[in-house]
Structure formats: structure tokens, C-alpha cells
């Protein structure tokens, strides 16, 4: 077909078949490790009340994107922030512009998959318990995708905000709610889903051999600096580390590339992840362009095959 799909974000959403989103990012995930990703660093425009991002990317067997997001503060909202754009989906044999999509569940979909990958291969086997740390979008995407994947896992919601972490529980048959550090302490698996610029989560807190996933701190550190020398450290890309912010992590300035290794380098064998019982495993995401062409090349598969969307000549 010729022209341009164009998706709202009820169809966008449509389109982001759970296991076909993990499956696709498990992909895009090797390549980087593996080198085959096109992918420039990150770069923003920063303006008085946030930032604009572009991300474009080539994964092979996954197709050609580029992502413009902007992340601003939720007015009226302490240390909320909201993700906001568009993808663009090219054809990566003749460059035609395939396909146009809201960024926002985009971001949050391929961002609680890639967290949930990294659970599945570092964390230990039947976490007696699992934190969900915040209670914006991207926790929101989090707990759905759980609640997908293993609707019996014991999951607690943590949030500052108790009713919204009580609603955001509701989403999961199998979770509660409570403070931040009701939900941490003590729990095998944490997901730090939040816009914090500073520590949400205690080294005291975590349980022996925990693992946790953390996707926030756009603005500043999510982590803890005693929890990231304690972990064993798993990102995306290697410039998680080696890059300023904002294509970089900030509790991962100043690591050592030695401390560092690749996600997709332990989903295809070429490392073993998690070698002790009592390790501390920590995933830093950062996000990455090949993760939005993952989730774009499935979000328009999904829609072709179902006839969703408006197609425009452009």
C-alpha cells in the first residue's frame, strides 16, 4: 500500500502486542550488543521547562525510525514529567515514510518491556515478591505488562501518593499498595519507574541476591550511588555510560566500561548475567532508538493486519 499510516494513540496503543513487543526487543537488544545497530547518541534541545529529543534508528530485520519526544513537567504535579511525540517508520529499502504514531505509549510499552527482559534474565527464578516503584505512565505501563506476562507473581505498587498507587494495583490481580519502601524492602525484583531527581530506593532496603530495573531518572539520579557499586551493572548500549546525559545515565558517569555489560549480550549466550544466588544485579536503561523501531515495526504490522489507522498521501 502507498502512503502514510497515521495512528492515534488508542490505535498506537492497539498495536503493541505484548509478546510480539518482548520478542521484537529481545532482537533490537542483541543487535546493539552485537553491533549491527545504526543509531546515533541521543540529542536534545533543551528549552526553559524541558527537553526535545530526537532518535532516530536501523535495526536490521526490524526497519528504519526516528523518534522527536519531548519530556516536560506534569503542571500541578511535584516531580512528575510527561513523555511526548511521534515515531516515524520508514521503509528501509527505498526510505518511503510508512508510518506516523504517538510516541507516548510507544516509550512506555518498549520501556517496561525492555525492564521486563532484564528481570527475566538476571533475576532469580520465582521472586517471592516484586515492586513497582511509582505511579506515572511508565508504572502504569510497567504493572500492565506484568499483569500480562504473569498474572499470579505477588506485585506491589509503591508510590508517594497512596491512592494512586492503590488505583494503579487495582491494574493487576495479584498486587497491593504502599509507600515506597513498604514495596521495596525486602522485595526480589524492583522496577523504579519514577521522575525522581534523587534516590527513591535505599541499598538497605533491597533483599539479598534482589535484582532491580531501573528506567527513570530522566533528570537526575534514580539510584542510589552505594547500590550502583554494589551491582552487577546491565544496560542497553554502551554509551549508558560513556555518554552526559541525556543520552547517558546519570549514575552510570564515571563507571568503568570494564563494570558495564550489555543486556543483549546476555540474552544471546555471550555472557552469563547473573552468577551467584546473593549477587545484586541492577539494570540501568537509558532507552535507546533500536527499542522505538522494535516497538514500531510491531505497532504497524499489528495495524495493517487489523486495518487500523488513516492512510494519507504525503
Known sequence: MSGVLVLDRSQTRAGLDPARVLTAVTQALVSISRDEVSAPARIAAQAPAGLLGAMPGYVPGLGLAAKLVSVFA???RTGGSAHRGVVALFDEHDGRPLALMDAEPVTAVRTAAVATIAMRALARPHPDRIAVLGTG?????QVELLATIDADAP????????????????LH???SAGSIEEAARGAGVVFCCTSAREPVLDPSWSAEGAHISSVG????????SDTVRAGSLFVEWPGAAGSAPPAGAHELQGIPSHRITLLGSVLDGRHPGRREPTELTVFKSTGHAALDVAAAAV????????????TLEM
Open 137 to 141: 505512565v511508565q508504572a502504569r505501563a
Open 173 to 175: 490481580p495479584n498486587a
Open 299 to 310: 505497532v504497524h504490522d499489528v495495524a495493517r493486519a487489523h486495518g487500523m489507522g488513516t
Open 217 to 224: 531518572g530522566s533528570h537526575g539520579h534514580e539510584l542510589a
Open 74 to 76: 506534569v503542571p500541578g
Open 155 to 170: 506485585l506491589v505498587v509503591g508510590g508517594q501518593d497512596l491512592e494512586r498507587a492503590r488505583r494503579l494495583a487495582e
